[in-house]
């Protein structure tokens, strides 16, 4: 009877400490969020690809990283990377506003944000203050709608905020809006999608340099997720550069 009383009870001590150990691995367990920012990110014939998608895999297969990548809204993205530990942004434009709430990866592609005005539209731009009697079309809390509204902009007023790139484009297209934000590639992407030919749909009236200060879009941490982690992901990033795996990919894609 003792000899039960104590199998019973060593049973139930290592059950305990197996479920422990399963709540420290998934609390350690990293989470990868993005959105649908063609061809940085985004799903075809239900698989996730583009860019940076094929980059960041890359790391992870050179760490030895086992995680899934879920694309959804910016915004819901944002919020994620903002408030939970282990949480993997990608692809994230580095700006001031942004520096202290994420820790920092590193560059996954290249990048260029423009102000776009219609090919037949007589809209000309020598300064941002331009830009204020228009109606703009902006990503909701994506890097360009966060600066525009960082010099004085609002949603609302000027700024015509969507959760979708591609509706920007529609909008834009149709006349609804004056000027459309956007990196340049994702830009070009909609544009030929729509089977439209860039250079009789779009001007490229303003360049944003404060946008384009860092080298390209990034991936990054929440804030809450060790530094070790960070780390071997910077490792695993600078290694696919070293040794040409980036280059092949960049190579696929621009």
């Given at each position: 009877?003792?000899?039960?009383?104590?199998?019973?009870?060593?049973?139930?001590?290592?059950?305990?400490?197996?479920?422990?150990?399963?709540?420290?691995?998934?609390?350690?367990?990293?989470?990868?969020?993005?959105?649908?920012?063609?061809?940085?990110?985004?799903?075809?014939?239900?698989?996730?690809?583009?860019?940076?998608?094929?980059?960041?895999?890359?790391?992870?297969?050179?760490?030895?990283?086992?995680?899934?990548?879920?694309?959804?809204?910016?915004?819901?993205?944002?919020?994620?990377?903002?408030?939970?530990?282990?949480?993997?942004?990608?692809?994230?434009?580095?700006?001031?506003?942004?520096?202290?709430?994420?820790?920092?990866?590193?560059?996954?592609?290249?990048?260029?944000?423009?102000?776009?005005?219609?090919?037949?539209?007589?809209?000309?731009?020598?300064?941002?203050?331009?830009?204020?009697?228009?109606?703009?079309?902006?990503?909701?809390?994506?890097?360009?709608?966060?600066?525009?509204?960082?010099?004085?902009?609002?949603?609302?007023?000027?700024?015509?905020?969507?959760?979708?790139?591609?509706?920007?484009?529609?909008?834009?297209?149709?006349?609804?809006?004056?000027?459309?934000?956007?990196?340049?590639l994702?830009?070009?992407?909609?544009?030929?999608?729509?089977?439209?030919?860039?250079?009789?749909?779009?001007?490229?009236?303003?360049?944003?340099?404060?946008?384009?200060?860092?080298?390209?879009?990034?991936?990054?941490?929440s804030?809450?997720?060790?530094d070790?982690?960070?780390?071997?992901?910077?490792?695993?990033?600078?290694?696919?550069?070293?040794?040409?795996?980036?280059?092949?990919?960049?190579?696929?894609?621009?």
């Open positions: 009877m003792k000899q039960s009383l104590f199998t019973v009870a060593r049973s139930v001590v290592l059950a305990a400490l197996a479920c422990l150990s399963l709540r420290a691995m998934a609390g350690d367990a990293i989470q990868i969020v993005t959105e649908e920012l063609p061809p940085y990110n985004m799903t075809q014939d239900g698989r996730l690809t583009g860019m940076s998608t094929e980059v960041v895999q890359a790391v992870l297969e050179e760490i030895g990283e086992q995680a899934s990548i879920q694309s959804m809204p910016w915004a819901r993205a944002y919020d994620i990377a903002l408030n939970a530990e282990n949480v993997l942004i990608y692809s994230i434009t580095r700006t001031a506003q942004r520096e202290q709430l994420f820790k920092w990866v590193g560059v996954v592609a290249p990048m260029h944000w423009y102000l776009y005005a219609r090919s037949d539209s007589d809209i000309q731009l020598k300064t941002l203050d331009d830009a204020r009697q228009y109606q703009i079309a902006t990503v909701k809390q994506d890097a360009g709608e966060q600066y525009l509204v960082s010099k004085g902009f609002a949603v609302g007023k000027n700024l015509q905020s969507n959760n979708k790139y591609a509706y920007n484009y529609e909008k834009f297209k149709l006349g609804r809006v004056d000027l459309w934000i956007s990196i340049e994702n830009a070009l992407y909609l544009i030929r999608q729509a089977g439209d030919d860039p250079n009789r749909a779009v001007i490229p009236v303003l360049s944003l340099p404060e946008l384009n200060g860092s080298d390209g879009l990034n991936m990054a941490f804030r809450q997720t060790a070790a982690t960070v780390e071997r992901f910077r490792q695993g990033l600078q290694t696919i550069r070293n040794n040409g795996t980036y280059a092949a990919i960049a190579k696929r894609w621009l």
